[in-house]
């Protein structure tokens, strides 16, 4: 402890100031502990509580050479623990911790406004991992606790309290410069800066398919999407949001493999047709939802031959477009043959119980329809269970399932309803999306959320072209008629213990303020976030902007801030007028103001009693009144008279004054 013994310099000995950039930098560093190495945070806890120690102290900061090994130490952690120096979570980490570093070296005011620097620009790197409400919410609180801080550099700085104070005038009057930016300054498709790859979220469907992969996704209470419809919504067992299409399997995991798009896929018999609108979430990758079957998107998207929208870049950040489907159809009925012939394709050598079962039904049986209809009635009959915890199976997967643990999820019925299908010489194939959505009854749109995930199955029929067969339906109604959640509440079993909290709550007041709060979310995303290019231009055109161009918003924007800096300006020379005449002053002027109106106006050399005995001559009614308030103004003003009564009393007769 010899080491620290000494006195810290007189520049830094404001504990007010050093404990203010401890929790500024606490602040803007607690969000990441959620999605950061656990060994960052506790190291970046370290060192803060560190500095705060050696404050209590009063002892001295530790030598450089010293905080030179613990940031080297730092640098190589992070370069073993991420293997790279680029990317999100690794310029975050840095930044973290060179920020509590540099509190440990803080000697000067300088270093103060470094730190404050700091603080603010990790204030914005909480918004690459969460633009929701709340981090918006606490963010300003954290720019709040910087505005606070920083204000303690000043010069005859004042208590916490006015500073506090201070602060909150301060951004009480960024507020309308604030929104003239955000409506007028020009959008750009895309972020400003090229982001690394980790910065964008990889969350819900996937393009493979293996036993388990939909239950554990399953579990998850994240939104995925939400749909608004033009109109009456679908029944809830019409609801089929189609994602990726898999055609290959290796006898465990089912596989997109390639995607024609050469041909146009083909529908006709349309029937029932629906308009509606999806926000869709982040999800890092190509594909679209849309429902079954869908026929166009406001948006650009490539619709391959398997009815699968895609873009050409990953979805990384909210997308919002308007989509038309046909919820009767029939589709691709006269198919390629490879395509025909891709769709019959099995790994050789695999479950070799489920092809013989295919092939005692192919013997029997005349047509294909008969051949999916016994199908359709095995999974009836026999004792299937629908399940989110479906035991392991072994290397030949599907006859597991169908002969030995019969407990699955919808995968499982998918994934094996497809196989004796093809075994059969029936072209099938799994589609994955997800199927119904809760409604919000306060917004009138549906939530689609990962708990939805489904997987189903699709044959080919002459005539009748692709045809979709949903074998979960079978064996768990419910699933496809209420949801996962009824399914599984209704099903008996343990599994509702492993359901999403609100997903088991019954609780109405706990669901409608889910459903208040998901509304205030949609909200939020619609018109903050989602104010891009397209509802720029279509707000400003509504406002009377008759040419949006980027030169006439640069416009807009500079005569709005000169406005805005011009009302500013008179309000704050209005406080310097009003600061340069004091409480009784003020009451004179308005006594003066209440003869004006009667006519008799004071000359700008009149003094107090001169202008009273005019004022007496003029009304000789009201002279004891005029008499009475100005020597009163006198005694205060002049005479040396002080104290809140006498003010009172002045302040009284000048309110009953009358001409």
Known sequence: MRLFAKKIPPQVNDVRLIYGLLACILLVSAPHVAHLPPWVSLLCATLLGWRAYLSYRSATLPPRWLLLIVTLGSIGGILVGFHTFFGRDVGVSLLILLAALKLLELRTRRDAFVAIYLACFIVITNFLYSQSIVTALFMLVTLLAIVTTWLQLQPGAPALRPRLRIAVMLLLQAIPLMLVLFVLFPRVPGPLWGLPQDAYGRSGLDDKMSPGSLSQLSLSDAVAFRVTFNGAAPPHTQMYWRGPVLQEFDGRTWTQGWTTRAKQPQLDNLDKPVDYTVTLEPH???WLFALEMPTRLSIPAML??????????AVTSRLRYTAHSQLGYRANAEEEPRELQ??????PGRNPRTRQLAAEWRASLHDDEAVLQAALKYF?????FYTLRPPLLGAHSVDDFLFDSRKGFCEHYASSFVFLMRAAGIPARVVTGYQGGEYNRLGNYYIVRQSDAHAWAEV???ER???RIDPTATIAPLRVQNGLAAAILNSGLADSTVLPFMARTQWSWLLGLRANLDLMTNQWNQWVLGYDTERQFAFLTHMGMEFVTWQNMAIGIMEWIALLVGLYALHMLRRVYVR???AAQRLYLKFCRKLARAGIVRAAHEGAQDFAARAARIKPQS?????????????LRYGGQTGKDALAALRRAIATFKL
């Open 284 to 286: 890092n990758k190509t």
């Open 304 to 313: 391959g031959n398997d009815f699968q929208f895609q873009q050409r870049t």
């Open 342 to 347: 891709r769709a019959l394709r099995l790994p």
């Open 380 to 384: 009836n009959r026999e004792e299937f």
């Open 460 to 462: 080919w029929l002459r």
């Open 465 to 467: 072209g692709w045809v």
């Open 580 to 582: 340069d005449t004091d």
């Open 623 to 635: 002279a004891p009144g005029i008499a009475d308030i100005t020597a009163r103004y006198v005694a």
